[in-house]
């Protein structure tokens, strides 16, 4: 299934957070919460686990925004983009060492902040060790894939499609379709590139046109498989590898 992009905003203005919160609604993201301290927001990160942090750098409470940052880091890899008016050079040069994806000034726009979250998808694909960014083509915008999840445009919103609830993929000419429980994407990549940046423990290429997820599979029988009561054609010959794979996971 997919989901949302989940979006957590740490802000100490009420008034500033409840717009950003409108706008990140108004741009298909899911807001996890609206803090203003960063005591509530180490808490929040722990049980929520947003994808993305939107941190003010001065909040109220005992620790700021770039002291919050380096605390969540120290339990969750997760991206942040800081929200700062008028830092001086001192603060940063500190907020740098936190690393984070992205700076947004305010007062800012919605295209402002949509601009900066979709920079911090890119980087959180060029940082995942396993993948290699696929890059637009014209006016496609190519998905965003990382070892456990795959970002991508569909109906005007960026979400996110965890892999491990992939049944299958098709090749449609240049594109691709992904087929998961109710739900059909199309991708502007081909079933070859896919294929490379696919974990090969569980994704296996049974058909020139099909990818399959060994975990879903129902059935094997001599020309295909079932998956999710779907029926995929397996190449000639490839049966015997399909079986191997199966079990290995």
């Known amino acids: 299934m997919d989901t949302l992009i989940k979006i957590l905003v740490v802000e100490d203005e009420m008034i ?48 700021d925004g770039i002291e919050t940052v380096a605390l969540i880091h120290q339990h969750a890899d997760i991206p942040v983009i800081y929200l700062t008016a008028n830092s001086d050079e001192a603060t940063f ?7 984070p994806y992205a700076f947004i000034a305010k007062p800012f726009k919605q295209l402002d902040l949509q601009r900066a979250i979709e920079l911090a998808i890119l980087r959180m694909a060029e940082n995942d ?18 070892s456990d999840r795959i ?14 609830d992939i049944f299958y993929l098709e090749a449609d000419r240049n594109y691709s379709r992904i087929f998961t429980r109710g739900k059909e994407y199309l991708l502007s ?3 070859k590139a896919i294929e490379e940046k696919l974990p090969s423990k569980f994704f296996l290429r049974i058909h020139r046109s099909y990818i399959i997820n060994l975990m879903h599979v129902e059935e094997v029988t001599e020309g295909r498989v079932t ?12 049966k015997e590898r399909l079986l191997q794979h199966i079990q290995t996971i």
């Open 93 to 99: 040069n500190k907020a740098k060492s936190t690393k």
């Open 151 to 164: 970002f991508v445009r569909h109906k005007d919103k960026m979400i996110k499609i965890m892999l491990a």
């Open 227 to 238: 998956i999710a009561q779907n029926p995929v054609p397996v190449a000639a010959g490839l």
């Open 189 to 191: 990549i081909t079933l």
């Open 16 to 63: 500033i957070a409840a717009k950003i919160s409108m706008q990140l609604t108004n741009l298909g993201y899911e807001v996890t919460g609206i803090l203003t301290r960063g005591e509530e927001a180490i808490i929040h990160v722990q049980e929520n686990k947003p994808d993305i942090v939107l941190m003010d750098i001065h909040l109220k409470g005992y620790l």
């Open 129 to 146: 060790h396993k993948i290699t960014i696929e890059r637009k083509t014209g006016d496609e915008e190519q998905p965003f894939i990382l």
